[in-house]
């Protein structure tokens, strides 16, 4: 069965520096996702992509947040400066018109 | 401001027990509302709902949904110690794909 894979399953970086976390879609899907989860709190939206550019962005996306498709394949999420409260687990979701989303294994991001 | 909200936050049944986990909803715009199960890490999907009255079922789960009222069920019956995990309900709006969730219930199930 198709599956959505992420890399790496865990990072841990210091405060300010770059992370960029990557994700794989399932092959014939067209809309992709970033979600995140705070431990112990809600899975929140932060960015969905199709077609190439961004079709929607939450609050919690802000400027230091970035996507991009930068081949056939991968997806990935920049975050260019990270802060403490950017620690939380991310999952990227992809989805074709008119069925569920899949979601990846996610990505634990642990900021110190 | 969209809301998706899920009781009981927790629940602890013996193997065996039936469960009935709520998510009622206030969102502008409903389109369909899925059930996810997560265990460790990804939310797995389990049943998407768009349409009343009509219950969906998968071995010993089955859910429905009720759009007058705007809440859904998700049943686990002969509950088993792998249906432990957080069982997740999510919204999806015509005007926008991504998914609106819930916090989450807790399940818990004891041998």
């Known amino acids: 069965e198709p599956e959505v894979t992420q890399t790496p399953s865990h990072q841990v970086t210091q405060m300010g520096q770059e992370v960029i976390l990557r994700c794989v879609p399932i092959?014939?899907?067209?809309?992709f996702y970033w979600y995140r989860q705070i431990l112990g709190q809600k899975v929140e939206f932060l960015v969905s992509?199709?077609?190439?550019?961004?079709?929607?962005k939450s609050e919690i996306f802000d400027d230091q947040f970035s996507v991009e498709r930068p081949d056939g394949s991968n997806f990935t999420l920049k975050i260019r400066s990270t802060k403490l409260e950017d620690s939380a687990m991310y999952f990227c979701?992809?989805?074709?018109?008119?069925?569920?989303?899949?979601f990846g294994p996610g990505t634990r991001l642990t900021v110190t | 401001e969209d809301k998706v909200v899920q009781s009981p936050l927790s629940l602890v049944v013996h193997e065996g027990d039936t469960v009935t986990l709520n998510c009622s909803y206030e969102?502008?715009?409903?389109?369909?509302l899925l059930w996810y199960k997560q265990e460790k890490k990804a939310p797995t999907f389990l049943f998407m709902l768009?349409?009343?009255?009509i219950e969906k079922k998968s071995g010993r789960l089955s859910s429905i949904l009720d759009k007058k009222e705007l809440f859904s069920i998700l049943n686990i019956t002969a509950t088993q110690t792998g249906d432990s995990a957080v069982y997740l309900c999510?919204?999806?709006?015509?005007?926008?794909?991504?998914?609106?969730f819930g916090s989450g219930t807790q399940l818990t199930v004891l041998p």
């Open positions: 999510a919204v999806r709006l015509s005007s926008a794909r991504q998914l609106t």
């Open positions: 092959s014939n899907h067209l809309y």
């Open positions: 979701a992809s989805d074709r018109p008119s069925y569920e989303q899949y």
């Open positions: 969102v502008t715009n409903f389109r369909s």
């Open positions: 992509f199709y077609n190439n550019e961004i079709s929607e």
């Open positions: 768009t349409s009343s009255g």
